[in-house]
């Protein structure tokens, strides 16, 4: 098994053995409801023993269609989140998307996430580098395992070694993803924490015309094999009413079925991870 770089994000350290998870509702859609998800989250992976960092967007700047719900804007966004990290107590993972964002991001959050279709834009990376917050690069639809290499490269160039790099399914054909578990032992090599992003992974891109499917129903499939084949964390868009969700909503886990998969999902990663 390569050596991993651990770091720690608030009270989670990242890629020392245990599994942790990346979690909540795609976009931070009002304050009482964010609160509400980041404690029943929490209060799970509580009891479960699993490392827990609160993940929801600001601002969904990649939306399907001009009249898409992009969600609530930096300032009041970032509040929310803010009250989340301070009152729950977790630590908070979000979205930058143009590097004019990263200063405001990082006084609120502990990770920048780069988003998948922005894995290239150098600026941006350094950017957030810069800033001294955990960096999470999630791996473009289009781009091959083997060159997050030079994405990780980027950030470890500022002097920031806390980074982490997501699987989140590579484009095949037209409005659908398809998992190489191969990319997740390829992209470990790299000595960085290797994240895999279910629910990401089950969207059909554009699928309903004017937003992006999904099929939720495979979620516990696919969340088996991504930990079977030893990733360090993953990643996961949990929301208590799917179908009324402001984005993303038929791929995310619905809220009630995850203490399960959470149990089966540590077990088997329990048993693996000496194995890799």
Avoid: W
Avoid at 49 to 68: C, E, L, M, Q, V
Avoid at 207 to 212: H, R
Avoid at 228 to 241: K, L, R, S, W, Y
């Amino acid at each position: 098994m390569p050596e991993i770089n651990p770091f720690k994000v608030g009270n989670a350290r990242l890629g020392a053995g245990d599994l942790f998870l990346i979690a909540g509702p795609c976009l931070v859609e009002n304050e009482s409801h964010a609160l509400k998800m980041a404690e029943a989250i929490s209060s799970i992976t509580r009891r479960l023993g699993i490392p827990y960092i609160y993940k929801s967007s600001y601002d969904k700047a990649n939306r399907t269609s001009i009249a898409a719900h992009r969600g609530l804007g930096i300032e009041e966004g970032l509040r929310i989140l803010g009250r989340v990290r301070s009152d729950v107590g977790l630590p908070v993972l979000t979205d930058v998307h143009e590097t004019g964002q990263v200063r405001a991001a990082a006084e609120v959050a502990d990770v920048l996430q780069i988003p998948a279709f922005l894995c290239r834009q150098t600026d941006l990376i350094v950017e957030a580098a810069l800033s001294g917050r955990a960096v999470n690069i999630k791996k473009g639809q289009f781009l091959a395992p083997h060159d997050m290499k030079n994405a990780i490269e980027k950030v470890t160039s500022q002097n920031n070694h806390r980074v982490m790099v997501t699987e989140r399914g590579t484009s095949f054909g037209y409005n659908n993803l398809v998992v190489d578990f191969r990319g997740i032992p390829v992209m470990r090599s790299f000595g960085y924490p290797v994240v895999y992003d279910i629910t990401h992974s089950l969207q059909r891109p554009g699928g309903l015309g004017t937003a992006s499917g999904g099929d939720s129903e495979f979620i516990e499939y696919l969340a088996r094999a991504g930990v079977g084949c030893g990733v360090d964390g993953v990643f996961m868009e949990v929301h208590d009413n799917p179908a009324e969700a402001k984005s993303d909503g038929p791929n995310s886990l619905p809220l009630e079925r995850l203490a399960a998969l959470l149990e089966r999902i540590k077990a088997i990663h329990e048993l693996v991870r000496g194995d890799l």
